[in-house]
T-cell receptor, first 115, second 111 residues
Framework: NAGVTQTPKFQVLKTGQSMTLQCAQD?????MSWYRQDPGMGLRLIHY???????DQGEVPNGYNVSRSTTEDFPLRLLSAAPSQTSVYFC??????????????FGPGTRLTVL | GQNIDQPTEMTATEGAIVQINCTYQ??????LFWYQQHAGEAPTFLSY??LDGLEEKGRFSSFLSRSKGYSYLLLKELQMKDSASYLC????????????WGAGTKLIIKP
């Protein structure tokens, strides 16, 4: 199994550009999420999904959109990039076993710089 | 709200023992996670505590006290490869699996 994969690994954007960060998992996990990680701060949840066709906002959703058309894929779209969105983005997935969520498995991350 | 506090950085010696604390203020939570994150890499799962007490897993142990509002991660027989950041995260009571993360503790191991 490849686990959780993310593309691209690095990206530089200009202010106002849009792009999609890709995330895929091959573990048949119901739960998928997107986090951003900034220096000196904890991981912050952007959006999450508890199954195909279901998405919800996390702590910092503004400026980002998501969709979950399949169990495997959970892309994150930046609508109009801003320098404040410069960060490392992690996708994570998990399954529910026995009624409780298991640990989250993380992708390798996408390092985004917005100029 | 749910505030989580961890020391920013700690230094320890190879072969020694180190305890990394995590304190929190919350009205209730399902459980507490510890993750390890090497520089430039993704977090990886270490432990999950639901009940008060110590959970031991090889050289790593994690402790939770709900009444005192804190947890710690204990690393024994430190190795150079243990140099990493250690992240504490609370799982909220709702069913949507939203974790609240601490900023992490950067652990530096010296020979």
């Amino acid at each position: 199994n490849a686990g959780v994969t993310q593309t691209p690994k690095f990206q530089v954007l200009k202010t106002g550009q849009s792009m999609t960060l890709q995330c895929a998992q091959d573990m048949n996990h119901e739960y998928m999420s997107w986090y951003r990680q900034d220096p000196g701060m904890g991981l912050r949840l952007i959006h999450y999904s508890v199954g195909a066709g279901i998405t919800d906002q996390g702590e910092v959703p503004n400026g980002y959109n998501v969709s979950r058309s399949t169990t495997e894929d959970f892309p994150l779209r930046l609508l109009s990039a801003a320098p404040s969105q410069t960060s490392v983005y992690f996708c994570a997935s998990s399954s529910r076993g026995g009624g409780v969520w298991d640990e989250q498995f993380f992708g390798p991350g996408t390092r985004l710089t917005v100029l | 709200g749910q505030n989580i506090d961890q020391p920013t950085e700690m230094t320890a010696t190879e072969g020694a023992i180190v305890q990394i604390n995590c304190t929190y203020q919350t009205s209730g939570f399902n459980g507490l996670f510890w993750y390890q994150q090497h520089a430039g890499e993704a977090p990886t799962f270490l432990s999950y505590n639901v009940l008060d007490g110590l959970e031991e897993k090889g050289r790593f142990s994690s402790f939770l006290s709900r009444s005192k509002g804190y947890s710690y991660l204990l690393l024994k027989e430190l190795q150079m490869k243990d140099s990493a950041s250690y992240l504490c995260a609370l799982e909220g009571r709702d069913s949507n699996y939203q974790l609240i993360w601490g900023a992490g503790t950067k652990l530096i191991i010296k020979p």
